[in-house]
């Protein structure tokens, strides 16, 4: 699964204000659109204003045209006409609730790479943020699923509980009837033929989804997207002795410092640092 390509483009400022971001109709690419789009209008001057919904109008393509394509642009000229564009364009996310999901997924899994000039100190949070926002978004998709299962088992479970007062009454009625016939009073009526309906018994409601990855899952995914080749990643496992994203990224924001850093009588080589059982005969040696 590919990364999906931001569509939009911030491209060199021009005229007033810069030029207009562009869009495709990408739905998981409509929040930031609409931030920018906002933020575009906002640094017009008032006499230009008028002028952002069609200018917006024009820089839009694939699915995001074909929907505005048989419409007049002068439709969003005015004060106001790119809140009138915007409108038009915004996604029913009630439809594609899955899309923030999967960007989330694509973002953490095929995105978030170490930028070159990234230090680890950086690096970590930016990671964490991704990883947390995945958990938030899967999480809140797999409680949708869950909910939604839980509403049509709600329904089931009515549509049942009609059709159980209906057999209990036939089956009452059934026995009201042989009670009242049979020739012996005294004795009970055989009822062996007949079946007893069963109650049928509600759903439980889902509890909240706690989908998390193992963190040496994401340990690994951590080294890996830090730029680490196979044998740095080798290397760090033997050094600290776990896939612990934790445990890696302590070790990672140590080693990312100087390679090498030199106090009386102690050289701390690249890694070294992560060894955690030395570090404390290491203090004591600092003084």
């Known amino acids: 699964m590919a990364r ?29 659109y609409e931030a920018r789009a906002k933020g575009y209008a906002a640094g017009q001057k008032d006499e230009f204003l008028a002028l952002v919904g069609p200018e917006l109008y024009n820089e839009l393509y694939d699915t995001a045209w074909a929907r505005v394509k048989d419409l007049d642009p002068t439709t969003f000229r005015g004060t106001g006409g790119h809140l009138r564009l915007l409108d038009l364009l915004r996604p029913d996310f009630s439809k594609y609730p899955h899309s923030q999901a999967g960007e989330a997924v694509d973002e ?51 549509i049942k509980m009609v059709e159980f007062r209906q057999a209990s009454t036939e089956y ?45 899952i994401s340990g690994r995914l951590f080294l ?19 896939w612990k994203l934790q445990d890696l990224q302590e070790c990672v924001k ?12 102690v050289t701390i080589n690249l890694f070294q640092r992560c060894d955690f059982s030395n570090w404390r005969t290491l203090m004591i040696q600092m003084g």
Not at 4 to 32: C, Q, S, V
Not at 180 to 209: G, H, I
Not at 254 to 265: L, N
């Open 172 to 216: 009452n009625e059934e026995v009201t009837r042989r009670l009242l016939n049979q020739e012996e009073p005294e004795e009970p009526p055989d009822l062996a033929d007949l079946v007893q309906p069963v109650r049928p018994v509600a759903p439980a409601k889902p509890p909240s989804s706690t989908f998390t990855l193992p963190s040496s």
């Open 4 to 32: 999906p390509t931001k569509y939009f483009e911030i491209r060199p400022l021009m005229g007033h204000g810069g030029a207009p971001p562009r869009y495709n109709g990408d739905i998981a690419l409509w929040p930031e």
């Open 224 to 242: 890996r997207k830090f730029g680490y080749s196979r044998e740095q990643r080798a290397h760090v496992y033997r050094t600290v002795g776990s």
């Open 254 to 265: 140590m080693s990312d410092q100087e390679h090498a850093t030199v106090v009386p009588h």
């Open 108 to 158: 953490l899994f095929y995105g978030l790479a170490r930028l070159r000039s990234e230090d680890a100190m950086s690096y970590v949070p930016r990671f964490n943020t991704g990883l947390s926002k995945m958990l938030t978004q899967v999480r809140q998709e797999e409680d949708r699923e869950a909910t939604k299962d839980f509403n049509q088992a709600r329904t089931d479970y009515s």
